[in-house]
């Protein structure tokens, strides 16, 4: 029994040796942040003196962020990509993943082809993104003019356009994730339900809207609650394409935290911003939560 016993700690040390650099990592980079936080969002504090030079101030900070404009701005902001930008990305993804799940000739290709986007570096993709979309030497721009059209539009330089700019990015830089995950679904679906409808009579776009999307609405749901709380992460593309301009017209929440953080020095309030921030993601994806019982169907 003694055997045992000693066997079975060896086997247990065996594992926990396997998870305390996991669990350290967490505790180092995630949890410790996370707590430390919320316990600025609380502080008056000094970057440059630490606890020594810094101050309770209770829910000040708190108050500031409803009161900031840049705050509501970039909480404005937000809610616009995430309305541009998930639609478009979860039917585009769709619609995608459906002629890629057909038997055509590249169909290999094409799929890695629609993927290379998303395992790109933000900050490379988004260069490019920006030399395409260059109001006046962007090949984008250049075709425009060549159909006649003269006033083309300021993409990424432009108040009225920046931040459909930076929606229609996001959303190429992320249809390649969001179609294979569709696709994964479609190969689940059970041919004999095309076959029942083909014998009906149904069409190809019948059994799309009525077999293909109603199947696929558990895929659906999951994609949109992570497209949405992608839409609330955006900032690489918004520090290479446009930093927040012109003026504040692309300005989004997380990097209005970048900026109060770590160029104005105001450490408190950008914690405070990031646990409000945190707030109204959960508010949302709660809200979807609630709302999928009425129209995910699973099978």
């Known amino acids: 029994m003694n055997l045992r016993w000693k066997r079975s700690i060896r086997k247990n040390l065996v594992g926990y040796s396997f998870i305390i650099p996991a669990v350290i990592g967490f505790?180092?980079?995630?949890?410790?942040?996370?707590?430390?936080?919320?316990?600025?969002?609380?502080m008056d504090w000094n970057m440059f003196k630490g606890a020594a030079g810094s101050t309770f101030i209770g829910l000040d900070n708190y108050k500031e962020v409803f009161q900031n404009e840049y705050f509501r701005s970039g909480l404005l902001h937000?809610?616009?990509?995430?309305?541009?930008?998930?639609?478009?990305?979860?039917?585009?993804?769709?619609?995608?993943?459906?002629?890629?799940?057909?038997?055509?000739?590249g169909r290999g290709l094409l799929r890695a082809m629609y993927f290379v986007p998303y395992i790109t570096?933000?900050?490379?993709?988004?260069?490019?993104?920006?030399?395409?979309?260059?109001?006046?030497?962007?090949?984008i721009n250049s075709f425009l003019r060549s159909l006649g059209i003269e006033s083309t539009p300021g993409w990424a330089t432009s108040v009225k356009w920046a931040l459909p700019t930076?929606?229609?990015?996001?959303?190429?830089?992320?249809?390649?994730?969001?179609?294979?995950?569709?696709?994964?679904?479609?190969?689940?679906?059970?041919k004999s339900y095309y076959e029942a409808a083909s014998i009906d009579g149904a069409n190809k776009l019948q059994q799309f809207f009525h077999i293909t999307v109603p199947?696929?609405?558990?895929?659906?749901?999951?994609?949109?609650?992570?497209?949405?709380?992608?839409s609330f992460q955006v900032f690489a593309e918004v520090q290479v394409m446009t930093q927040g301009g012109p003026g504040t017209a692309s300005m989004t929440i997380v990097y209005h935290i970048y900026d109060t953080a770590f160029k104005q020095y105001h450490m408190g309030y950008a914690s405070a911003v990031s646990w409000v921030f945190f707030v109204l993601v959960v508010i949302i994806t709660l809200?979807?939560?609630i709302g999928q019982k009425k129209w995910v169907k699973y099978v």
Do not use: D, R
């Open 121 to 139: 570096t933000i900050t490379a993709s988004a260069l490019v993104f920006s030399a395409l979309f260059h109001p006046e030497f962007g090949p």
């Open 287 to 289: 809200i979807q939560w």
């Open 166 to 190: 930076i929606a229609l990015f996001w959303v190429w830089k992320n249809v390649g994730y969001c179609t294979v995950i569709y696709l994964a679904s479609l190969q689940g679906i059970s």
């Open 78 to 105: 937000n809610l616009l990509l995430m309305i541009m930008g998930v639609p478009l990305l979860i039917v585009l993804a769709l619609v995608i993943a459906n002629l890629l799940n057909a038997k055509i000739f």
């Open 215 to 230: 199947i696929s609405s558990p895929t659906t749901f999951f994609l949109i609650i992570t497209s949405v709380i992608s």
């Open 27 to 42: 505790l180092m980079f995630m949890a410790y942040p996370l707590f430390n936080s919320l316990y600025l969002s609380f």
